[in-house]
């Protein structure tokens, strides 16, 4: 026990001399054991001191160093925070370079198309000044033309009355007279009264909002319900703008399958056409002819319902003012009509002027109106007729029709079967017509005749008129290139003969089905953007010929014979309803 005394205490020692015991010790006692323990409870109890001293100053020590640590960290922090924020302020004052940039870039341009769109709206004035000057002269030349007929009616009707008196006939008309009626019934003047109202129509369409421009207005159109579909999307009209958008039509089979093709109009000259032709036919409900005469125009049935006519005066205003000649068909009354409430009162039925009721009734039931003008021009004496003034209409009364009362006679009695009993008919048609696009002042200018040629069309065509419509590759060395046949072709000679030979009724039926044109516009084919042309397709003679109605363009092989291509067109023109293209 002693010796392992001794032996701690030596460790002891050694780990910690200060604790070894000095020279002038006493020597240790005979209870040597208890004082070992003493020395070691000594030892420990100093080793304990030493160790917490130790973990004071470790203690100290690490807390210095955290606090190093921390006071290098803040200085990190500080400087990555001072590093950043002038980052931020660079990038802060290079944005604010790069949107001044961008700013004075979009003011500079803004700037710019502001200098343009004044240009422009001063270009727009000047052309509407010019398009107004131009329609005040037409303006004043048809009130001219119009005081010079009225002049020549009334001795027209002064020659039929003496006439019938027997007394003797007053001179003719003046030459200058003859001369100024037929200048105005030329076609230059018409051309120049159709130019000033598609020179409105421009003008109204460049300021007729974004709405107008912002898409294409499609239309999904069924071949089997294209009256009903047609008047349905037209029903859904709710501004002027819509009105006026580029429209882009699809077909749809009878078996209910979408047709090949992209509208890039003529498509839509299809629409126009095949409608205006459904729409008259009875199964439509709209149109009504005069039930005493067969072959007569039409006009709007009393019993038509009016939100379709109204949906209907939209569809012919839309056709007007993209140029889509809806044909014959329509009498000529309705176009009276479209005008003002009482437009057709006043320029129809006038007691004064009894042919020009006439000539209205005439378009209606032609077998009537040459019975009564029999009796104005004294063909037929008045007293041998056996008429009395309730045949024209039951208002006059029974009274005994004489030279003197048969012109309010004949007057009255085309009102009545005109316009009497479908008066809400034609103001609901005139109602959509007039809603969104009002044309009324610059027709109100025109004849009847110039209203129907401009929104009819041309209803009759020759076979010259139809070789005009088409540029032929003989006509120069550009239109031989675009055609493409290779040299010593034919064809082009070959189809200038077959037309050459058409009747009218097929004339119009190729020009129907090359552009999908159911009359040819006013002013004819003459531009060459619109015109017809011709262009070679390497397939062999057993393929149809295959018409474009979009470009106007005709695909044709290079026929060998003329009797050759005569057969194929004629299967293609028969079978013209089926489709985009006929292969």
């Known amino acids: 026990m002693i010796r392992a005394s001794n032996s701690a205490a030596s460790r002891i020692v ?5 604790a070894a015991p000095t020279q002038d010790a006493k020597a240790p006692s005979t209870s040597a054991g208890t004082d070992m323990m003493i020395l070691m409870s000594e030892a420990a109890e100093y080793a304990v001191a030493e160790v917490k001293k130790a973990g004071k100053r470790a203690e100290r020590d690490k807390n210095d160093a955290l606090q190093q640590l921390r006071s ?10 001072a590093a950043a924020a002038k980052d931020r302020e660079e990038a802060v004052r290079e944005a604010r370079e790069r949107a001044d940039a961008v700013w004075k870039s ?3 341009d803004a700037r710019k198309q502001t200098d343009d769109a004044r240009a422009s709206l001063a270009m727009a004035n000047d052309a509407t000044k010019k398009a107004e000057k131009a329609w005040l002269a037409a303006h004043e030349a048809t009130r001219k033309a119009e005081v010079e007929a009225k002049a020549l009616r009334e001795q027209l009707n002064q020659l039929q009355r003496q006439k019938a008196q ?3 006939p ?4 003046r030459d200058e007279e003859e001369a100024a009626w037929r200048e105005h019934a030329s076609d230059e003047a018409f051309n120049s009264r159709y130019l000033a109202l598609r020179q409105h129509i421009d003008f109204l369409r460049e300021n007729a909002g974004k709405v107008a421009n912002k898409e294409r207005w499609k239309l999904k159109v069924r071949r089997g319900s294209l009256v009903d579909d047609v008047l349905e999307a037209f029903g859904k009209l709710n501004s002027k703008g819509l009105l006026w958008r580029t429209t882009d039509v699809v077909f749809f089979g009878l078996n209910g399958e979408q047709e090949e093709g992209r509208d890039l109009g003529g498509l839509s000259s299809e629409m126009h056409t095949k409608f205006w032709e459904a729409v008259v036919k009875p199964a439509a409900g709209l149109f009504e002819s005069s039930p005493d005469s067969e072959g007569g125009n039409l006009l709007p049935r009393a019993d038509a319902a009016p939100e379709r006519l109204r949906r209907l005066g939209r569809v012919l205003c839309k ?6 000649p809806i044909g014959g068909g329509l009498a000529r009354l309705l176009f009276e009509s479209l005008v003002f409430e009482h437009h057709a009162e006043r320029r129809v039925f006038d007691e004064a002027r009894p042919h020009a009721a006439l000539r209205a009734l005439r378009d209606y039931d032609g077998a009537l109106a040459a019975r009564w003008g ?5 063909s037929t004496a008045v007293e041998d007729c056996g008429l009395t003034l309730d045949s024209f209409d039951d208002d006059l009364g029974e009274g005994e029709v004489t030279a003197a009362n048969l012109p309010r006679a004949v007057v009255a009695g085309c009102r009545r079967r005109l316009l009497v009993g479908r008066e809400a008919a034609l103001r609901s048609l005139r109602a959509g017509f007039t809603e969104y696009v009002d044309l009324t002042l610059q027709l109100a200018a025109l004849s009847c ?4 040629r401009m929104v009819q069309g041309r209803l009759t065509i020759s076979p010259d008129e139809l070789v005009s419509c088409v540029t032929w590759p003989d006509a120069s060395a550009q239109a031989a290139a675009d055609a493409r046949f290779p040299a010593g072709s034919r064809v082009h000679e070959y189809l200038r003969a077959l037309l050459l030979d058409l009747d009218e009724t097929r004339c119009f039926r190729f020009l129907q089905w090359a552009t999908a044109l159911r009359a040819l516009p006013p002013g004819g084919l003459q531009d060459d953007d619109y015109r017809i042309s011709l262009r070679h397709v390497n397939y062999d003679e057993s393929y149809l010929p295959v018409a474009h109605t979009c470009t106007r363009v005709l695909d044709m092989p290079d026929y060998s014979s003329c009797e050759s291509l005569k057969e194929k067109l004629e299967v293609a023109l028969q079978n013209a309803d089926g489709g985009f293209a006929i292969l």
Not at 72 to 81: G, I, P, V
Not at 374 to 378: A, F, N, S, T
């Open 72 to 81: 290098e960290a803040s200085a990190e922090k500080q400087a990555a925070l």
């Open 449 to 452: 005749d110039d209203m129907l």
């Open 319 to 324: 056709a007007v003012i993209d140029e889509h």
């Open 106 to 108: 979009q003011l500079t």
């Open 166 to 168: 027997q007394l003797p």
């Open 170 to 173: 007053q001179p003719p008309p």
């Open 374 to 378: 029999g009796l104005l021009d004294g």
């Open 14 to 18: 050694e780990i910690f001399p200060e």
